[in-house]
């Protein structure tokens, strides 16, 4: 009950030791920030989700067709991903008699928007209720975990039900429109997994670049639209709420690795498709970015960020297995931040103690 | 000589009240307190007992372990309460003014030697107002500091203007520096705007350094370890300007007056400007006090809660009035403005008018949550330390790590912005004092 109170009105809590005045920020304002950053890329996806629908089954649809289908595939994920999250979530802040965390607002948010949208309702409340528990809470809830809980869901999802998570039938909704029209059989690949299989041609010939750029084409629901993460992107780093640092890093090692790829000849996807392709973009600016996982120090973020994004276009490039590297690279990356940080800090004392040894 | 020193990191908070320069009244308290818990380190054994005479400068309490360190009665009068807490724990004595105050004879004799100058400091009870780094406690006798400091300025929110509180005690200032100059050099920082008109540029037999930039540009501490920075095993001091005021007064004249300007600040103050008081004060006196509002002895981010009851403190030159911001406002943290809180993030919009002044509360403005933007500590922290790190090795407790990350060089009042701009509401300063306790414990 306490925790909807404080949601609704701010605590009448006055300080008690320390500063006797505080700034107007708290957690709660940061978190619905990244939520507003992600509405753009989330309101695109769910027209996206029934544009690529109405393209596949060759459906007369208008602009709100396509809309209202989104819309309405959607909110079953949003439902359960909040309802299992926060569920859990509160249950948890009994257990250890503490507020609800609002960590769990923009991990509910991200996580319908990076998976597919058929994806059976009751693995999405697995794969929830893994991340929140095993991720989250076991650690100590919010701001203590070491991976990012969006990201460890989609991969528990992946692991678990890989029939359901990759290949090239689950990233166009098909569930209601396939009872009506019988063309189950009909795939719809990723602009990734075209460019991977079947070459820049192939890729060419179904999708523009400017069809990318925009997101008109299949991938999970957020990550389609450089445009509409653009916007999301401009407003953290406008606010300040995530890591330009990470980003632009992020960004740049992507970059330099898929160059790379084409000099040595493993890709002949231009280097700047890696971005406008599958999730990169959407990983860089809002997965990565998690202030929580991410390095902590100024000079770890530049590293943290560069080794995410040339470690995804790295798996993309080598990995004959799976394409969609920046879900790994990210997780990976959570791993060893730390140690970056642990790397940066260590420098910075020794140079400090030679400082103060000559002062 | 004079060295610059630019700071760029850091805050000032932008709150209403900032003392208007004039002098609203002198006030003669009926009673005065002495407090031993305005000084860290100090563990006090009574020398008087209720009904007691003493003169301005007789000893009221002393060192229980060093004996030779004494407090003593800011006025002349009757020991009329002695106050005690918890465990018998002694919290203040109550001393009943006479109305023509009388002065015990310290003779007026510029010191000589380092040895007459603490002589001077010890009797006189002027001892307590040196703090020595690190730790920030109450000087050892047997220190050998490198440097004393003095921050001639303080950046802190609405702090008293010392060139309006101390620009007529030059002589005093200069007696006072000469007097410690024979203990260590002292090294005086004057604030590099003000500095052709502050009279503190004319204090001699200083090293001098020109310091600019936001609070806590002010902080002796912040100033200590750019100019300085402490060592293991190395000590340094520091006194407060006005402290040292007093000190030289002492010198020039053989009498312990502490009479100062105390600025009455803060955007619950009926009216803001300075009262000549002395410390021990009680509150009520020095200011009108109406409705639910905190008083605290000491800027708003470091001072202390006196209570509506209590008394000004030792080291106090400023009292701040705030309203408790016990209201709850509806959907505050969602509203898209909010016109009356000020932010640094710029998921507010306080961004928008850089130059307004805010009615702040005590309110704490959300819930305390584990650390997660941390970034916002180095923007507030202009000292080459990791504020995340240091902090988080003193809620270990790890006197290893703690040192590496520079506990030597911070008093909470260095990181006492953190706690201001912490979306997590973490008690930084509590964190921090709460290291440099162990620290003291550990070391000794």
Redesign the interface.
């Known amino acids: 009950m306490d925790a909807f109170d ?1 949601f ?8 008690a ?14 978190m ?2 990244v939520v507003i950053a992600l509405v753009p890329a989330a309101l695109f996806g769910m027209y996206n989700v029934g544009l690529q629908t109405s393209t596949l089954y060759g459906l007369d649809w208008n602009f709100w067709h396509m809309f209202w289908y989104g819309l309405i595939r959607m909110l079953p994920l949003f439902v359960v991903s909040y309802v299992v999250g926060l569920g859990i979530e509160f249950a948890s802040a009994q257990i250890r008699g503490e ?1 609800v ?1 609002e ?1 769990y607002l923009v991990t509910g948010f991200l996580i319908p928007l990076i998976v597919p949208v058929d994806v059976p309702l009751w693995m999405l409340a697995l794969a929830v209720a893994f991340s929140v528990i095993f991720v989250k809470e076991v650690f ?5 975990n070491i991976w990012n809980p969006a990201l460890v869901a989609r991969a528990f999802l992946f692991f678990s039900y890989p029939s359901s998570m990759s290949g090239s039938n689950v990233w166009v909704s098909k569930t209601w429109v396939s009872a009506l029209k019988d063309v189950d059989a009909i795939s719809a690949a990723t602009p990734l997994a075209i460019a991977h299989e079947s070459g820049i041609e192939a890729l060419g010939a179904q999708y523009s670049f400017m069809d990318m750029f925009w997101g008109f084409i299949p991938g999970s629901t957020g990550e389609t639209s450089v445009v509409a993460i653009l916007i999301g992107a401009l407003l953290l780093v ?4 995530a ?1 330009w640092k990470i980003m632009v890093s992020s960004i740049a090692g992507g970059l330099l690795v898929g160059w790379l790829g084409n000099i040595a000849g493993a890709t002949e996807l231009p280097f700047y498709y890696q971005l406008v392709i599958g999730g990169f973009l959407f990983g860089s600016v809002f997965m990565a970015t998690d ?2 996982t991410a390095a ?3 000079t770890g973020k530049w590293i943290y960020g560069f080794l995410v994004g040339a470690l995804a276009v790295v798996v993309r490039l080598w990995n004959p297995g799976y394409m969609e590297g920046m879900m790994l690279a990210i997780l990976l990356m959570n791993t060893f931040a730390p140690l970056i940080d642990h790397c940066v ?1 260590t420098s ?2 020794n140079r ?2 030679k ?3 000559n ?1 | 000589m004079s060295n610059n020193l630019d700071l760029k990191k850091g805050l000032n ?1 932008p ?1 209403k009240g900032s003392p208007a320069r004039e002098v609203l009244a002198s006030v003669i308290p009926g009673v005065v307190a002495v407090k031993p818990t305005d000084f860290k380190g100090f563990i006090p054994r009574l020398l008087v007992k209720e009904g007691d005479r003493v003169l301005a400068g007789s000893p009221v309490m002393a060192h229980k372990q060093i004996p030779e360190i004494l407090l003593t009665s800011p006025v002349s009068g009757t020991v009329q309460e002695i106050v005690r807490g918890e465990k018998r724990k002694l919290l203040a004595v109550l001393i009943k003014a006479d109305e023509t105050q009388e002065y015990v004879s310290f003779g007026a004799k510029a010191p000589q030697t380092a040895e007459e100058t603490k002589h001077i400091l010890l009797n006189s009870g002027l001892w307590g107002s040196i703090v020595q780094r690190p730790y920030g406690v109450m000087a050892g006798l047997e220190d050998k500091p490198k440097a004393i400091f003095i921050s001639s300025f303080s950046t802190a ?1 609405l702090a008293a203007d010392t060139d309006f509180t101390l620009g007529d005690s030059l002589q005093d200032l200069q007696a006072g520096v000469n007097a410690l100059s024979k203990i260590a050099p002292v090294h005086l920082s004057i604030r590099r705007e003000v500095y052709s008109s502050t009279a503190f540029h004319k204090v001699e037999n200083v090293v001098e350094h020109l310091v600019s930039g936001p609070h806590p540009a002010g902080n002796v501490g912040v100033q200590i370890s750019h100019i ?4 293991k095993g190395e000590t340094v001091w520091t006194i407060a300007p006005q402290q040292l005021a007093d000190f030289g007064h002492l010198v020039n004249t053989g009498k312990l007056d502490l009479t100062r300007k105390v600025a009455v600040t803060g955007p619950a103050a009926a009216k803001t400007g300075y009262v000549i008081a002395l410390p021990g004060t009680p509150v009520k006196e020095l200011t009108r006090i109406e409705g639910d509002v ?1 008083v ?1 002895g000491g800027n ?4 202390e ?1 006196l209570g509506a009851d209590g008394y000004l403190g030792f080291f106090q030159d400023q009292i ?1 009035l ?1 309203r ?11 509203k898209p403005i ?1 016109p009356k ?8 919009f ?1 961004w928008l008018t850089p130059g307004k002044k805010y009615d ?16 916002c500590f ?1 923007d507030v922290t202009p000292m ?3 504020p ?2 240091l902090i988080k090795a003193c809620l270990a407790g790890d006197i290893e790590k703690m040192e ?3 506990i030597y060089e911070v008093l ?1 009042e260095d990181l ?2 953190c ?7 973490n ?4 964190i921090i004092q709460k290291g440099i306790d162990l620290m003291i414990k550990e070391m000794a």
């Open positions: 404080t609704l009105r701010v605590p009448g809590t006055v300080t030791k320390g500063a006797h005045v505080r700034d107007g920020i708290d957690l709660k304002r940061v619905i920030m507020e965390n960590g100590g809830g919010t701001g203590m406008w606010t300040g709420v890591s202030p929580v902590q120090t100024e800090v910075a004392v400090r103690a400082k103060t040894l002062a | 908070i709150l929110p300085s920075p402490i060592r905190r605290i708003v981010l470091s001072g809660n701040t705030l408790e911001g016990r209201e709850r406002e509806w959907f505050g943290w969602a909010r809180v000020h932010s640094t993030s710029w998921c507010y306080s702040m509360d005590t309110n704490l403005h959300g819930g305390v949550r584990a650390f997660v933007e941390t970034k180095e080459d330390i990791f995340i790190y590496k990350f520079g909470p006492a912005l706690d201001y701009v912490d979306p997590s509401k008690e930084i300063q509590a």
